[in-house]
T-cell receptor
Framework: GQQVMQIPQYQHVQEGEDFTTYCNSS?????IQWYKQRPGGHPVFLIQ?????EVKKQKRLTFQFGEAKKNSSLHITATQTTDVGTYFCAGRETGRRALTFGSGTRLQVQP | ETGVTQSPTHLIKTRGQQVTLRCSSQSGHNTVSWYQQALGQGPQFIFQ???????GRGNFPPRFSGLQFPNYSSELNVNALELDDSALYLC??????????????FGPGTRLTVL
């Protein structure tokens, strides 16, 4: 079945440093979504990418979808303590109902 | 806040028992999906309901079953509980056919502990 891998599992940065998490799918995706889960909370939708090579920005966050629609990345510029949490990518194969989540990257930001 | 609510918040059961978890979808949403999230892992898709019918299922055994009601609220039932069923159970609603039909709006979850 479809597998979605995320690296790194964990990243600890100083406030103001940049952060990147990478997501790779074993199969081609119709779209990829990113979610953030704060400690003790539930996943919150950040963005969805649909087109091959798509790049979207939300303030300090930049999301990319690979040309082959099998990989994606999330880059945060100048991290803040409010960025703390676990970032999940989630991909859907064309024609499938299941949304497959990666195992997440936990971000810790040192003030 | 997403407007998706779940009950109960926490639950403790013993092995072999049965449990029912409940979810109230965001207003206007017609689809509900259930996920199991083990500690330190990403959510795993259990199944999805659309117009009161199961519309897709992940790799979970038949003892995991569900219902969706005409008001789009939903239940997840788990029979013959096993220790490995201990997890956070998340309900997510979405609007199939809408402009962002794939976006999942998650509820706060039910923490199930099986002893």
């Amino acid at each position: 079945g479809q597998q979605v891998m995320q690296i790194p599992q964990y990243q600890h940065v100083q406030e103001g440093e940049d952060f990147t998490t990478y997501c790779n799918s074993s199969t081609t995706l119709s779209n990829i979504q990113w979610y953030k889960q704060r400690p003790g909370g539930h996943p919150v939708f950040l963005i969805q990418l649909v087109k091959s090579g798509e790049v979207k920005k939300q303030k300090r966050l930049t999301f990319q979808f690979g040309e082959a629609k099998k990989n994606s990345s999330l880059h945060i510029t100048a991290t803040q303590t409010t960025d703390v949490g676990t970032y999940f990518c989630a991909g859907r194969e064309t024609g499938r109902r299941a949304l497959t989540f990666g195992s997440g990257t936990r971000l810790q930001v040192q003030p | 806040e997403t407007g998706v609510t779940q009950s109960p918040t926490h639950l403790i059961k013993t092995r072999g028992q049965q449990v029912t978890l409940r979810c109230s979808s965001q207003s206007g949403h017609n689809t509900v999906s259930w996920y199991q999230q083990a500690l330190g892992q990403g959510p795993q898709f259990i199944f999805q309901y659309y117009r009161e019918e199961e519309n897709g299922r992940g790799n979970f055994p038949p003892r995991f079953s569900g219902l969706q009601f005409p008001n789009y609220s939903s239940e997840l039932n788990v029979n013959a509980l096993e220790l490995d069923d201990s997890a956070l159970y998340l309900c997510a609603s979405s609007l199939v056919g809408g402009p962002s039909s794939d976006t999942q709006y998650f509820g706060p979850g039910t923490r199930l502990t099986v002893l």
